[in-house]
Structures are given as C-alpha cells and as structure tokens.
C-alpha cells in the first residue's frame, strides 16, 4: 500500500481512555516546516501534515508532537512567538489545526504541541509596549535591568546563542534579557501577571482540543530575582547544552535558570492540566549542572510534568556499553520520574549519522528505534527516522539556522536535521513541495522516500512498523520495570522489562558482526517483531544489527 492510499484508506481508531496512556506511549515528532507542504510555498504546512496523519498512524505511533507553528516573525523559525493564540498563517489557520487535532484522534493518535513560554518574539504586542516605558502596564512582564555604572550589561550571563544575554534598548535605556537571541526577550515569571496569562494561553489549546505540551526550555522560565553572576564551569567536559566552540559552556549555569521559584509555576500549569481528562505535559530541561537531580524534581509524583525529555542519547554514537551505562545512572537517580527518550530531534544531528564509520544506516535503525522503545520511558521518534534518514549537508549560502550562521564553520547548526521529507522517489523535491523548497531535499534522502518504503515489505519504514505494532500486546513494554543483563557480549545490549509476573527479554546485536549469546532454557523466541533470530539448544543467534525478542513458555 502506498502513502496516497493509506491517506485513502486510514481506520479510525478509538482513544485510549487511560489517563495514564502517556507512559511509554510511541511519540512521533513533526517539524511541520520541513513535513509536507500542501499550497506550494516550500514550506510545510498543517493541512499537509492532515493529509500525512495515516503514514504516522500506520507506522504504529501513539501520539504526534507538533513544533511550533503560532503567529511568529520566524526569526528561530517559530520558538519566537508573536501571538499565543493564533497560527502562523504560512502553516494555515486555526481551523486546520483543529481539523488535525480532530483527524489526528479519529485516528487513534493524541497530540502534543510545542508550549514556547520562557521567552517570546520582540514583535509580540506584550513587548512593544513593555519597551515603550518603565511605567507601563507592562513594564514588568520582561526581565529588564539597569546597565552597570560603567555601561556594561547588569552581570555575566550568556546567549546560548552566543555573546551576552542582555540586549541594551535605547527607548528604556535599559537591558533586556535574552537566553537566546536577542529578538527573543525572556519574559518575566516573577510577574503573577505574567504567569496567569500563560496559564490562560495553555487553557485556549487545550480547549482546542490538545492531549498536552511539550514545554521548550522549561527549566528556563524563572531567573535570579538578585541577577547574581555564574560562576565558572571547572569542568567543560561534562557541559554539552552548547557546543564547545561557544563560551555558554564555560558558565555553571546556577542562576540564570534551573531556579527553585520554577517548580512553583510548574505546579500551577500542571493544575491547569488536570482539570482536563487525560492531558499531559513533557518538559525539555537543558541543564546538565543538574543532571537527574533535577529531572527527578520536576517529574517525581504527580503535581509537576508527567515526563522529561532526556538529552542522554541525543549526542555520541548509540553503543551497546553507551546506551546500558547512560540509561541507567538516569533510571537509579530519578526515583519515580519518568524519561521521554529520542535518538534524534530538530536541534541535534540526527541519529543515523552518529553511527560510526561504514555503518549501514538502513541496516541500523529500526534495531535502534526498538532499543529505544523497550526502555523504561517514552520514546520519542523524529521525522524521517523510521527511513534511516542521515544527516544532510546544506552549503553555508543556503543555511537557514541563525544559530549555524552565527557559530559557522566550527558549528554548522541545525539545519542539516531540518531538510524536508522526501515522500516520491520519482521528483526532484521528493514530493515535498511543488515548489522551492526552504531548505534542500537531500538527495540520498529522495532515494530512500516514504512512498517507496511504505510498499517494500523488507524497508526500514516497515521492519520499525512492524515492531512498533507487536509492541502493543506487551504492557511490559510499556510500563514495566527495567534490569540490563549481563549476556556475556559487549556488543549485545541484553535487558528484561517486568510487569505484573510478565517479563520480556530484549536483545540488541548492536554491531556488524553476529552474536550467540546463551539464555534460559524456559524462555521461546518470539515471531512478528520484525526481526529475525535463531533460537536452538538455549541459544539465540543474532546476525548484525538484529534483535530478539523472548517471553516465557
């Protein structure tokens, strides 16, 4: 069956009423920029993504995270929001949004949107009129601060986006603060004001009918009321939040984020949550200062996030010793808080291209998206993932990214994760658009498009699919806990998932080579994974890059 006649032929599915249908539920990513455009433009849209929802349902996905597309000047390509409550008129209207929303269920898929809170774009009405003057109504919804007497900004903070975090504006004769670029002020969450209209923005979304957020930078929102100065970073190897080449990572990010006063907020949106049925909310926390620690506070019990997103194997190459040490000094340190994990995303290079060298790619990535959905967590997939996409080189002219163009050549930015989808492998822009793309259709990408995947039986597309459906008839899977085995393999990732007396045993042949590996003798070998294993006299034999699957007799 093709794309255009899974969009024909979608089932409906009903939702789950499980309030807690979150926990290990299948999230896939969209950045709609780069995912179907519809009208021609070059630029993804929601009514292309309506049309796509089948290809997403049928892959096995539970839920589908939407990236920003409200009102924005694009300047971060929409995590600079000039308008809450409205879309971006180049993604459509809040009527097709809603026409998602409502097909995206029909389908049997929830969806989360991206809540971009901690700062918003200089162009929003708020901020034209808290810069106009200090006496204004809204003097105070931003973090402004006086300049030193000799001129200089207010304390040391940095820009991840590189240079100072403190922007001087001539009308004020004040600073502003910026945690990213200069064009994206960060508002003020000491201001009760302030945080009872983002409650409200949160309320308008999800009365359009959204199952929850994932929250950008949510460790971001408070900042030290006293604007003390970050100490010194002792350690730049253990710092990862900005690339090397860019004096963020030479802070101890103490006070310029991460604030005990956040959790407080947090409270207050997750009672905003709670009086909707079965919402959720997953925080992204960009803070390595605090590892765990701080993911365990903002998720343990049940009046913070339902979940974190973890950036533990979003860098490094996905090795067996990598994975199992990584995953589990997370899970001893969380208590009861929950991970959201991914491989890749739209600010990372993707996944496929962290393997190393002669790795096949195709060959790789449905065992590595299995992995990631057999561990104890949410796993999250990134568009193009399910096709072995790699990382795309775009020439600096082309380059989109400020963050690229800023930090180029050392630093090449996001871009090379962003390129479109490829759905045709038979047009120049892979079926994308009908126009000229944003940003470049990879080639290698057009030879791997969805429509020629979605019909071959032996694709990546399909083996994930596969799996991801099998997965369904294993709660284990989902809720259970989590124990790594030592097989006796180094390249083998062994681990078992328990829930109410059912146990799975997960095995990952993380290498080129195939492995043996022995197993208990009461254990079968399970059919319809998507992967293929041998199991004979009490052991399995998995060729490179396979994974087996094993229950009880």
């Known amino acids: 069956m093709s794309v255009i006649e899974l969009e024909k032929h979608a089932q409906t599915q009903p939702l789950s009423k499980d309030k807690d249908w979150w926990r290990g539920a299948v999230l896939y990513q969209i950045y709609p920029r780069s995912f179907a455009d519809s009208n021609g ?6 009514k292309g993504i309506l ?7 049928n892959l096995g996905a539970d839920a589908i995270w939407i990236s920003p597309f409200m009102k924005s000047p694009m300047d971060d390509f929409g995590y600079d929001v000039s308008d809450y409550r409205d879309v971006d ?3 459509g209207s809040l009527a097709d949004f809603k026409a998602v929303v409502d097909k995206a269920h029909d389908l049997g898929m929830r969806v989360l949107i991206d809540l971009v809170i901690s700062h918003s774009s200089d162009q929003h009405p708020w901020f034209k009129e808290s810069r106009a003057s200090r006496d204004n109504a809204k003097a105070d919804w931003y973090v402004w601060a006086d300049a030193k007497p000799d001129g ?3 304390n040391n903070w940095l820009s991840i986006f ?31 004001d302030v945080q009872d209209e983002l409650l409200d923005v949160a309320r308008f979304w999800l009365d359009m009918g959204v199952d929850g957020f994932r929250l950008d930078t949510v460790n971001f929102y408070v900042h030290d009321k006293l604007l003390r100065n970050n100490p010194p970073n002792e350690d730049l190897a253990s710092l990862s939040t900005a690339p090397a080449s860019n004096p963020y990572s030479w802070q101890y990010h103490l006070y310029d984020k991460s604030r005990p006063e956040n959790l407080a907020f947090l409270e207050r949106l997750r009672s905003v949550t709670d009086e909707y049925e079965n919402r959720t909310m997953v925080g992204e926390i960009g803070s390595e200062e605090f590892g765990p620690e701080l993911l365990r506070t903002y998720t343990e019990g049940e009046h913070r996030l339902h979940m974190s997103y973890v950036f533990d194997l979003l860098s490094n190459e996905p090795t067996a010793a990598y994975v199992q040490k990584h995953v589990a000094d997370l899970q001893a340190q969380i208590g009861g808080g929950w991970a959201c994990w991914a491989l890749s995303n739209h600010d990372v290079k993707r ?30 997939i990134y568009q193009g993932e399910e096709l072995a996409f790699t990382e795309a080189d775009v020439p600096f002219e082309l380059l989109q990214d400020p963050y690229g163009i800023e930090m180029w050549p050392e630093f090449k930015g996001r871009d090379g994760c ?6 045709k492998k038979d047009n120049a822009h892979g079926g994308f658009t009908e126009g000229t793309p944003w940003l470049p259709v990879a080639p290698e990408h057009v030879g791997q498009a969805a429509e020629a995947q979605v019909g071959d039986a032996a694709s990546p597309y399909n083996q994930v699919r596969a799996f991801f459906h099998w997965r369904r008839k294993f709660p284990a899977l989902r809720l259970g806990e989590l124990n790594f085995i030592d097989i006796g393999a180094a390249d083998v990732l062994a681990l078992e998932r328990k829930h109410e007396g059912h146990a799975v045993l997960c095995l990952f042949n993380l290498s080129d080579e195939a492995r043996t590996v022995s197993v208990a003798s009461n254990l079968a070998l399970q059919d319809d994974t998507g992967f293929s294993a041998e199991l004979r006299d009490g052991a399995v034999t998995l060729e490179a890059w396979q994974a087996a699957f094993l229950t009880s007799k």
């Not at 796509?52 to 349902?57: E, F, G, Q, S």
């Not at 502003?176 to 670029?181: I, K, R, V």
């Not at 962003?418 to 759905?423: D, G, N, S, Y």
């Open 162 to 192: 590189g240079g100072s975090a403190w922007q001087w504006d001539t009308g004020r004769q004040q600073y502003y603060m910026h945690n990213f670029l200069r064009s994206q002020p960060d508002l003020n969450f000491h201001n009760p």
């Open 418 to 423: 962003r390129t479109p989808m490829a759905w």
């Open 89 to 91: 008129p180049m993604f």
């Open 41 to 46: 433009d070059g630029i993804g849209d929601l």
């Open 51 to 57: 049309n796509k929802l089948p290809y997403i349902a």
């Open 351 to 380: 996944m496929a291209s962290r393997l190393g060298a002669n790795k096949d790619a195709k060959q790789a990535t449905p065992t590595l998206l299995a992995m990631l959905s057999c561990l104890r967590g949410t796993p999250c």
């Open 152 to 154: 200089t900004p207010p």
